[in-house]
């Protein structure tokens, strides 16, 4: 049993979670409020979440009418200081984004005190996004705004899925993918000026 996608060639059965439709939802939230220059801070591309990732991100601009910028998309790790060495570079540009999606709540909370040490206000200049919803991110200040990742469902349906296997009844190719929710908080708002078209 396989938490994601199984390697190809194995048809066992696996339980996913759909990332790119969860950033289609933090996309069309952060479209929703005005911003036109979105940034994505995506983890590396060998990883096979990082895909679908920038799938949900293309696709939401796409059907906005907005081209994907090449230098708003910076790929990183998962700490705290990759979200800081990828946020300073993002504020570096010479127009930089009105929005962040950070795939992954420690990017995000780095992102955050890069642009506090830069006298940005969090939800006000500039949107911010995180992804996982964990703990600290309802206490950072604003409260994040981020895709709640359904860790304990993910379990439940492997643990499901495996006792199945082990009494023979879970046929190779059952699969369950689960979404993902959109958990508002303070950390985005309008496009600064106020303009939403």
């Not at 409020?33 to 060998?46: E, K, T, V, W, Y």
């Not at 009844?169 to 958990?183: F, K």
Request: hydrophobic share 40%; aromatic share 4%.
């Amino acid at each position: 049993v396989c938490a994601g996608l199984p390697p190809v060639g194995h048809a066992v059965p696996y339980v996913t979670v759909d990332g790119r439709g969860g950033v289609l939802l933090a996309m069309r939230h952060l479209l929703g409020l005005g911003h036109r220059r979105i940034a994505l801070i995506m983890l590396p591309s060998d990883l096979a979440t990082s895909e679908p990732h920038y799938q949900g991100y293309s696709a939401a601009l796409t059907t906005a009418g907005i081209a994907v910028d090449p230098t708003l998309i910076l790929e990183t790790g998962r700490a705290q200081i990759d979200g800081v060495t990828a946020m300073q570079e993002l504020l570096d540009l010479p127009e930089p984004p009105t929005a962040v999606l950070a795939c992954s709540d420690e990017v995000a909370f780095g992102a955050m005190h890069v642009l506090h040490t830069a006298g940005r206000e969090v939800g006000r200049d500039v949107s911010l996004v995180g992804f996982d919803d964990v703990p600290m991110a309802a206490h950072t200040q604003p409260p994040l705004t981020t895709l709640h990742y359904p860790q304990r469902d993910l379990g439940l349906h492997l643990a499901r899925l495996l006792i199945g296997r082990i009494e023979g009844h879970t046929r190779n190719q059952q699969s369950v993918t689960l979404e993902m929710n959109l958990i508002i908080r303070k950390s985005t708002g309008p496009v600064p000026g106020g303009d939403q078209g």
